[in-house]
């Protein structure tokens, strides 16, 4: 039963928590968004700078919510891989001042495991083998979870991140980042059947498309032609239709392909995380079609759908109760494939 203080700071948000087992006792999550928002999207260097300023008020108040104390803590956490560089240094740099100085053990880890075991915290009696859906500002992928720290890769997008298409379609309509909650609260004013859009097929040189891939690029494009049409012809731009229909037309695509590759591998469960998992649109789909076709889906809670730390604890906790621990000489890395996060350990019990 290990009692882990976690730290996550690959992106825009500057977050501890402290995680027994699958047990949140407290989760602090100080976002950078208002600021980076002025730019549009988030600056490297803003990013890291701010959680310098953030990380060591974020750790007392982690302390102060759960009662506890050093003594109470098993391991020091930290995600080491991927995302911004300098942001992960911070993480992982206050990670590893702390377990030197309180004489605890270090664990680097990755954060699409951390989106993985966000999905632990509203069922805690799940279990291996189940399917993830992925989908984050940065990944939209189909991983088949083994075990702890066995995860192999099915699909994938092949150009933009589902996340990513909901912030540039928000930003090419004249909304504010992030688009995700911004086009989903649109979208629930909108009529999704008003605009027919492409769901993003991968054609396969035999025929046929690839069942699990995925992209999001073309039906970007077009919206944006969508929207240069809708301008030249004047009038009000139907802002909340096209959401709308845009949304429909990501959770249509997403859901098939869970959907097909949950039957395909014979994985009764599906679980979803990352940011993407709050949309309300997939939620309804993917529940639907889960239910027609007898597959159980877990969303994470929302809270912790985005970048949180206590995924990152509940991640940190199992690989600590199964003896994993990292080097100190650990680093950060700006990209990690998932099938290569048990490299992030030393021992293995
Ligand atoms: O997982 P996350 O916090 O960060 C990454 O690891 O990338 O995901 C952030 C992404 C952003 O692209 C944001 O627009 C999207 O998740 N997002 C949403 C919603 N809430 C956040 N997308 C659609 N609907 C939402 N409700
Ligand atoms: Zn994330």
Redesign the pocket.
Known sequence: MATVLAIET??D?TAVAIVKNREVISSIITSQIATHRQYGGVVPEVASRLHVESINPAIAQAFAEAGLNWTEIDGIAATCAPGLVGSLMVGVTTAKTLAILHQKPFIGIH?LEG?IYASYLSDTSLQPPFLCLL?????TSLIHVKDCGVYETLGQTRDD????A??KV?RLLGLAY????V??NLAKLGNPATYPLPEGNISLPAGGYHPYDSSFSGLKTAVLRLVKKLQSEGGEMPVNDIAASF?QTVAKSLTRRAIKCALDCQLKTIAVG???A???G?RQHLQQAAEQNNLKVIFPPMKF???NAAMIGCAAAEHLNRGHTSPLTLGVQSRLSLSHLMQLYSKTA
Do not use: K, M, W
Request: hydrophobic content about 25%.
């Open positions: 690959s992106c948000e954060h989106h989908v984050s500002g940065g990944h991140a589902a996340g990513e909901f912030d928000a992030p688009g995700g909650p086009i989903d949304q990352g940011g993407v709050a949309n309300s997939l759908c985005t970048d």
